[in-house]
Structure formats: structure tokens, C-alpha cells
């Protein structure tokens, strides 16, 4: 994929013109990370944007006492680090490696300097910050009101959202999750999501190949959720 496209697939760009596009591309840095190696961490300052062009990347957060919470796995075309456009603020989150990595990353002067000749790119990226605001809240409530099993449930059903494609079988998700990235998405014990998606399986909800998975009716997981 050339750059232009995967700038095309950032919310942030999707409505600037491409000659506009072609003048980001020339203030764009490649950076290459290896597999485990910290790309910035929680209270770094953060100075740089980065759109992801191949590889993954976990944002997390850690507890006092170790524990990790993944807020987020991105791959081509996915970005993060969008406050540092806007500010130096030290980072919220830690983000790592989940494989070989190349990022695009754009440095804050010189998008501040972009930004004197397109102003209009400020609303999206607030309407940007606002989903993604929008998204922490709904995760907050999650933790505070839902059970163990509906956390995963809905993790999946996220999963579905953003990964899966249509199959005869269903709604299958080919990115690889093992039970560990579950059980970070979904803040508890990877025993804990192996014994629960053991039980979904027998009630037909979930298929797994590896660390692949097949959801046959998401509508089903929702009613799950309800019950």
C-alpha cells in the first residue's frame, strides 16, 4: 500500500485533498521499531503522531501493582499519539511493539505549521478526540456495572466490529488474539477468559481456530449480554 493510501485511511486526513496529502507525506518521518520495543511510555512527552503503516502495536495502561489493561491493538492504517498535534502533554498510555514495526510519524512544529494553511483539519481531529473520549467513558462503565463475562462478550463483539469479515460461518476475526490479549482488553486473568470462552464454545457462541475466532451470531452475544 503506498503512503497516500494509508494516509487516505486516517479519519483525521479522509477529507483533505490529495494534493494536500502529498504535502503531509513530505513532513513525514518512517520510523522502525523490533518486536517487545517500547515506542514512547506513560508521562514521555509527547511530540510526535503516528500512523501505523505495518506491524502492531498495544496501547496500554499499568497498574501500580503490574497489572496491564489494553486499551487498544493497531495495525496498517490505524494511528495514535493525536494529542501531541494539538500539545506537548506527557503521554497517557504506554505503546509497544507487537511485532516488526513501521510507523509514520509527524512531528508536532511541523504539523502546527501545516496547520496555518489548513485550519479546517482541527475540527476533525476534535471530532476525533471526541470519539475516542466517547470510547474511554463506555469502557468505564463497562468496568463499573458489567460482569467478568459480559466484558468479554463485548470485547468481542468490538473485535467483530473492527476486524471481522462476513464468512459462511460468520462474523470471522483472522487478526491473531491469544487469551492473553484478551484477558488485557478485558482487565482479569487469562484463566479466567480460557474458562469462559471454553464455556462459549459450548453453547455454540464462539469458534475458535488458534488464535483466530468465528462469531456465528453476534446478535447472539448481545442477547447474552442482556440476559
Known sequence: MTILNILKKV????DI?????????EILNEKHYKKDEYIFSETDEGDEFYIVSGGRVKIYKMSTDGHIKALDYL????FFGEMALLDKSPRSANALAMSDLCLFTINHDDFQKFLVKQPGILLTITKTLSQRLRKADMEIEM???????DRLLMCLINLCGKYGRN???????????????????VGTAREVVTRI????KSENLVITSGNRFIIPSVA????????
Not at 167 to 178: I, R
Not at 197 to 200: A, D, N
Open 11 to 14: 479519519p483525521i486526513f479522509k
Open 17 to 25: 485533498a490529495e494534493k494536500d496529502l502529498r504535502k503531509i507525506r
Open 75 to 78: 495495525e496498517e492504517g490505524d
Open 143 to 149: 468496568f463499573s456495572f458489567n460482569s467478568v463475562k
Open 167 to 185: 464468512t459462511t460461518k460468520g462474523v470471522e476475526v483472522d487478526t491473531k488474539f491469544t487469551h492473553q490479549d484478551l484477558s488485557e482488553l
Open 197 to 200: 470462552l471454553k464455556e462459549l
Open 220 to 227: 447472539a452475544l448481545k442477547k447474552k449480554i442482556a440476559e
